[in-house]
Nanobody, 116 residues
Framework: QVQLVESGGGLVQPGGSLRLSCAAS????????MAWYRQAPGNQREFVSL???????TYVDSMKGRFTISRDNAQNTACLHIMNLKPEDTAVYYC??????????WGQGTQVTVFS
């Protein structure tokens, strides 16, 4: 059974930082690229960042500099570090694993709320 479990979300003031984690099980983690998406209330889910199985990272241009994606293939974990959080970063953050051949898995999401 494949599971992706996100953690690390929470309430944070503007300017703060969070480190989101995604723990994967039931897959050969190193065979999958990992990505983070987010969905704010009333908005469609949007792409944030991805990291290939070999560690190459890609970001949405508007998020470069504040978001850092990483992965640890030995720990079957992908992380998203968000710095200088802004109210507009408030969203549910989801991780996904995909193999590029049509197989993808999604986690349940973790809530990030930025408030002043």
């Amino acid at each position: 059974q494949v599971q992706l479990v996100e953690s690390g979300g929470g309430l944070v003031q503007p300017g703060g930082s969070l480190r989101l984690s995604c723990a994967a099980s039931g897959i050969i983690f190193s065979d999958y690229a990992m990505a983070w998406y987010r969905q704010a209330p009333g908005n469609q889910r949007e792409f944030v960042s991805l990291i290939t199985s070999s560690g190459t990272a890609t970001y949405v241009d508007s998020m470069k500099g504040r978001f850092t994606i990483s992965r640890d293939n030995a720990q079957n974990t992908a992380c998203l570090h968000i710095m200088n959080l802004k109210p507009e970063d408030t969203a549910v953050y989801y991780c996904t694993a995909f193999d590029g051949l049509g197989t993808e898995y999604w986690g349940q999401g973790t809530q990030v709320t930025v408030f002043s």
